[in-house]
């Protein structure tokens, strides 16, 4: 009988670096349970790609794989590389929203426009939290942050919204109060051909959560789940209607050439 | 006896050759003059070969891509000129710092920003040498013929897998585009990766140039830019553990400059005027050479395969030989500023440079100089 516990996926003797409250215990769990789901004992058939973030630390080093740690926004062309070069491996990009969508985002969108066959994980606090908490390209319309003290004037990317236009495989959007679609969502995003795309609402009490006014991993995770809109609900009511909530649900479920087939194709042209 | 096959090709080309021969079978790049040659070479032969090639969306993304493929077990390459080179600069820092063998092509023009893009320039030798922030080496190897572009390209694979480090190949648009005969033997002397054994896992220290294993064969290796102790770890604050990563990093460079080095002298021990020269330069002062004898002027030469790391011995023979020095350069003078160091007043050391146009320094320009620096 198998049984489930992350000590089996975590490199020993290392603690995990996180704050208390931090939404990235969460996602641990959740994605390692995914990976248990699927069949996996260990990580042998995992690579991870991270860039520079809270979230890039996830996987590096504390997960017992093989992961490759990248200067900030680099994952992307990383694991593209990996991918095409050691296709029997699930390669799984982890990272934040700064290092995803704001500085990364030029590889966010040709990932997904090529259709690689990675998963990319953005976990989305909806701030720079390892730096304090500056305002991000996810930075809700209004919200203070250390860099908008009088609350943010951009409005924010809709990362899932984006890779799905792209032609994303798998493209789901949940939050860290949503622990279950969470795990069913990662199973979906390791098992698709092509480019997967998952983003995770989570909660970040030290450098965003203080500012607005939640002061603990619990308030926010109230936060998420009282403003969580389901896509389907969105769709009804009209997007306009739904500004400043989560809208959380599988955004894109297709199947298309990946990018190594496309490339072999190509390459079979006489 | 191996077959040598003569194709009369550009210098981008032979590179290509060079780099498959090498054992390159990863390409990734971004458009950009004049290095699309590479590129487009290796679209068509790399496929043919095996290898995947790439274009990516930026120079950022090809330098990381040629990382990943690295670490994915393959040797990889990216070619770019100037604009791009600056954009790479974060990921060769990172290629230095994580050990990951791989092999950049600056094919320079004239800088700075876009400046006259398809024009020749020398104007990236200490971006080749400082342009990625910290401490660090590089190794940094100079072409001056499209022979050349062939050997040094795969003299560049091998040194990466030598050192496990980036190695840059500093060439310039008149290299690039030059078109000559080139001999390519069936084949050619290759350095291949060292692999750890199952149940190493000390990948980054231990020893001066440590096994590096593939991703996925279970070494359940972690990779990082941060600084990191011997498994690879993170380690961000102790200090012991940064002096011995960036050391011995710098170190497993600079100790083997002298097997690293290469390059070619002519009379360094019997000359009235001496010249440092690399990369396209060196034609006009081959040329130099015979018209200066007519003036009865003997010209003493070194020329810099090698730029990075830089062996001071035949330049100092050099210039204990002659009362001055010459460093010709299609820039406003960059090199001259390390012979300079090098020489240390053995001699003295003067610059002739030129920018704009793509123009050359002529034979008659330099003699001009070496005349007016010589007093004859």
Partial sequence: MREFSVKNYLRSGLKLPFCPGCGAYTIIDCFLKAVFNLGYNDLRKFVFCSGIGCSAWIPSPYFNADSIHTPHGRAIPVATAVKLIRPELNVVVFGGDGDIAGIGGNHLIHAARRNVDITVIMVNNMVYGMTGGQVAPTTPLGYKTTTTPKGCFEYPIDAVKLVSVLGASYAARWTTAHKKELIKAFEEAIESKGFSFVEVISQCPTNFGRRINLRGSAEMLKWFKENSVSLEEAEKLGWDKVEGKFVVGVFARKRRPTLAENMRRAASVG | ?376
């Fill in chain 2, 1 to 376: 006896m191996a077959l040598t096959e003569v194709k009369f090709i550009q210098g981008n080309r032979a590179c290509v050759e060079g780099a498959i021969k090498a054992g390159c079978r990863f390409f990734a790049g971004y458009p950009i003059t004049p290095a699309n040659e590479i590129s487009e070479h290796m679209a068509k032969m790399l496929p043919e070969a095996g290898g995947i090639f790439i274009q990516m969306e930026d120079e950022i993304a090809s330098v990381m891509a040629i990382v990943g493929a690295s670490w994915a077990g393959v040797k990889s390459m990216t070619a770019t000129s100037g604009p791009g080179f600056s954009l790479m600069q974060e990921g060769i820092g990172y290629a230095f710092m994580t050990e990951t063998p791989c092999v950049i092509a600056d094919i320079q023009r004239l800088g700075p920003s876009t400046g006259q893009a398809t024009k020749c320039g020398q104007g990236d030798v200490m971006q080749s040498r400082w342009g990625t922030h910290g401490d660090y080496a590089s190794i940094v190897l100079s072409p001056n013929s499209p022979q050349e572009m062939f050997e040094l390209t795969v003299k560049a694979f091998n040194l990466a897998e030598e050192y496990r480090t980036p190695v840059i190949l500093l060439a310039d648009e008149v290299v690039a585009h030059m078109r000559e005969d080139v001999a390519i033997p069936e084949e050619v002397e290759v350095v291949e990766r060292r692999r750890p054994k199952l149940g190493e896992e000390m990948f980054f220290g231990g020893e001066e140039i440590p096994p590096m294993p593939r991703v996925g064969d279970g070494f359940n290796v972690p990779v990082t830019g941060s600084t990191h102790d011997e498994r690879g770890i993170r380690f961000t604050r102790d200090p012991q553990v940064h002096r011995r990563l960036v050391t011995r990093l710098v170190g497993k460079i600079l100790r083997n400059t002298s097997k690293i080095a290469d390059y070619e002298t002519y009379r360094i021990d019997d000359c009235d005027v001496g010249i440092i020269c690399y990369g396209c330069t060196s034609h006009t002062v081959y040329e130099c050479v015979k018209i200066a004898e007519e003036s009865g002027i003997k010209i003493g030469y070194v020329r810099l395969r090698t730029i990075w790391p830089m062996l001071e011995k035949p330049i100092i023979e050099l210039a204990e030989t002659v009362k001055a020095v010459i460093v010709p350069e299609l820039n406003l003078g960059q090199l001259r500023y390390e012979i300079e160091r090098i020489t240390r007043g053995r001699a003295n050391v003067y610059s002739l440079n030129k920018i704009g146009g793509g123009e050359m320094i002529t034979p008659e320009e330099l003699l001009h100089k070496i005349k007016e620096v010589i007093g004859r």
